[in-house]
């Protein structure tokens, strides 16, 4: 099917276009009512991401609401370790929590990885539907968490500021840390190839505790994964999102991906200089900057666009949107975006 905006793949190909394409990383969420309405008609988080219908509902919602240029389908990067054999809950308030850990090569042998990908066909199809349901207005972006952060909460059991168990690991049994990146790997690869043939057009792995690490232990237990995920998908457009691994920009400007997400701690003009002309950047509003008032929005959005200039980019936040965020504010962002990047 023609897409009848598409933006942000030319954008992500290095292709001229119009304007700055924009979206919100967790754009289909919290900030929104008519989310939270569809939220509270089923028991909980798990329970919406995994009904096809109602996921694919408030992936388009943002589109309709907000005037995005691309959706992002709903969903969580901690499908994969559940379908690998490792099931977490969503507590309320404080977020996912895995009963069992992994501890041992044991544990990872058990792991199902060769059909483990199998496991998530409600993902595919509420990718499906929502295609269907986006008749060609925008593309639909699918997405997984990188290796390393999937191992952070296997490892971990939960979130944490320092991950020190899953960093141990690291230290202390870094053949075991190796097996079982390589077991995520490996799902991964085949869990983001079944989303691009559902439809998706474009995927983006998402290293959320890439800034824990060392540039070394970041080399070493995270990067080499990515890049093989990148060397692999081969049938869409790769973003590479690394929270806080500024130090890894010289390493993703090599990969075979075509975007490279930047947060707000990332300077555009510096992070450009080091990845060269041949990458896509995103990004990278500091999500706070949508609590200021309207005009303060519009001038740092301004800002933000003059920094990364009119080629190769696509705008978006440093990282997700927050949940108490004012919808009218995300209007605001996306609008200006829209008004100061016409050409």
């Known amino acids: 099917m023609q897409l009848k905006n598409d933006l942000l793949l030319r954008a992500a ?3 001229k276009t119009e304007r700055t394409p924009v979206w919100l990383m967790r754009q289909a969420g919290r900030i929104l009512p ?11 988080f798990k329970e919406l991401a995994e009904t096809p219908e109602l996921a694919a509902e408030v992936t388009i919602q943002p589109v ?57 066909e409600y993902v595919y199809e509420a990718i ?31 979130g944490s500021k320092t991950f020190s168990k899953a960093k141990k690991m690291l230290y202390a049994e870094p053949e075991l840390a ?57 049938e869409a457009p ?18 075979n991906c075509d975007v490279i997400g930047l947060d707000w701690n990332m300077d555009a003009t510096t992070s450009r200089q080091i990845i060269g002309s041949g990458k896509t950047l995103q990004g ?14 519009r001038t740092e959005t301004k800002k933000m666009l003059d920094a990364f200039g009119p080629e190769r980019h696509i705008a978006n936040l440093g990282h997700g949107v927050y949940p ?3 919808p009218e504010k995300v209007r605001c962002f996306i609008d200006a975006v829209k008004e100061f990047s016409s050409r």
């Open 13 to 15: 190909r290095g292709e």
């Open 34 to 44: 008519e989310y939270r309405a569809v939220r509270n008609s089923v028991s909980g």
């Open 64 to 120: 309709d609401i907000l005037g995005v240029d691309a959706a992002i389908i709903f969903s969580d990067i901690l499908v994969v370790p559940e379908a690998m054999g490792l099931p977490y809950e969503m507590i309320e308030q404080r977020g996912p929590l895995f009963p069992k850990t992994i501890q041992s090569q044991a544990d990872v042998d058990a792991l199902r990885s060769a059909d483990a990908h199998l496991e998530l």
């Open 128 to 158: 499906r539907i929502t295609k269907k349901n986006l008749n060609g207005r925008v593309p639909l972006l699918g997405f997984a968490g990188a290796p390393w952060t999937i191992l952070a909460y296997m490892v971990e059991g939960h």
């Open 178 to 234: 190796h097996s079982l990146l390589q077991k995520i790997t490996d799902t991964t690869i085949k869990y983001l190839k079944t989303q691009i043939a559902a439809g998706a057009n474009l995927v983006q792995l998402f290293d959320s505790w890439a800034g824990i690490l060392s540039p070394a232990q970041y080399q070493e237990f995270s990067a080499r994964y990515i890049a093989q995920i990148c060397d692999a998908i081969t």
């Open 238 to 255: 790769v973003t590479i999102f690394a929270k806080g691994a500024f130090f890894a920009l010289s390493d993703f400007a090599k990969y």
């Open 284 to 297: 990278n509003l500091d999500p706070c900057a949508l609590y200021g008032s309207f005009d303060t929005i």
């Open 324 to 326: 108490d965020t004012d």
